[in-house]
């Protein structure tokens, strides 16, 4: 028997998908140039999924000092909430707005934070993903990552980043809004989204069929036990004695995904 989740991930994610209204800030009490710095992140992306002009706070942004990024994001729950926002806000913007495709979509540094010029692939493998390889399925880092990335990274690689970027293809979850304050919980929401919807099971032969993204970096994973773990967690039942194989990923356009949950 070969079942596929039905749990809908746009239900499950839609407890955290803005509405028209502005971001507010977090209600946990974090400083001042920390939370002035979150919420440039949570309005540039708040304005792309809502079809508001982003160049004021697009401004806002290359204009913070690299010394202002570096000691206002000062932990991995501020680093993952800024930079995934930025990540999503900025696929979008690069894909509609600079008309780019793959690859040079994830290659070429055209986001300006800080004074400086980031990439999609800088955001993901050299800051949340502390500067690993993008090609060694996460388990090799970067022969020669630059200060900047250095300073700017996560201290641990959290595997549910996978689950929260939007790369623009329909295998991605849906986009959530992510703030300082609820990030653990919207990171699992994103995980338990993508893994129903992603996930085929044949309960019969004990085999699982899972996104190609657990390939890809399956270091992050902690390898296919870890994989096994991730799904008898986050899936009912059990998988730790389930043959793993992965599926063709699908890269089909599917920028409106925010939009489309909202209905």
Known sequence: MIMILAAS?????????????????????????TLDILILSEQILWRVKTERSTDSVEQSLSALSMNSLVSGLTNDRSRKTFWINIYNAWYQ???????????????????????????????????????????????????????????????????????????????????????????????????????????????????VRVSKILQWFKGDFNGTSGIRTILSTYLPGD??????????????AQLANFREAEK
């Open 93 to 207: 913007i690069l894909a509609t707005r600079e008309h780019m495709k793959r690859p040079e979509i994830f290659t070429k540094q055209m986001i300006p934070i800080a004074g400086k010029f980031f990439s999609l692939d800088d955001i993901e493998h050299g800051i949340l993903r502390k500067y690993r390889s993008k090609y060694s399925l996460g388990y090799l880092p970067q022969l020669f990552p630059s200060k900047t990335i250095k300073q700017l990274a996560v201290s641990e690689i959290d595997f549910r980043i996978h689950f929260a970027l939007n790369c623009g293809a329909r295998s991605c979850p849906p986009i959530a809004f992510y703030t300082y304050h609820d990030i653990d919980q919207q990171l699992e929401t994103a995980t338990t989204s993508f893994l129903r919807s992603e996930t085929e099971i044949d309960t019969k032969n004990k085999r």
């Open 9 to 33: 991930a746009l239900a499950i994610s839609s407890t955290f998908l803005w509405s028209n209204h502005p971001p507010k800030p977090s209600v946990e009490q974090i400083n001042q140039s």
């Open 239 to 252: 998988f730790h004695d389930y043959l793993i194989s992965y599926k063709d990923y699908n890269w089909d």
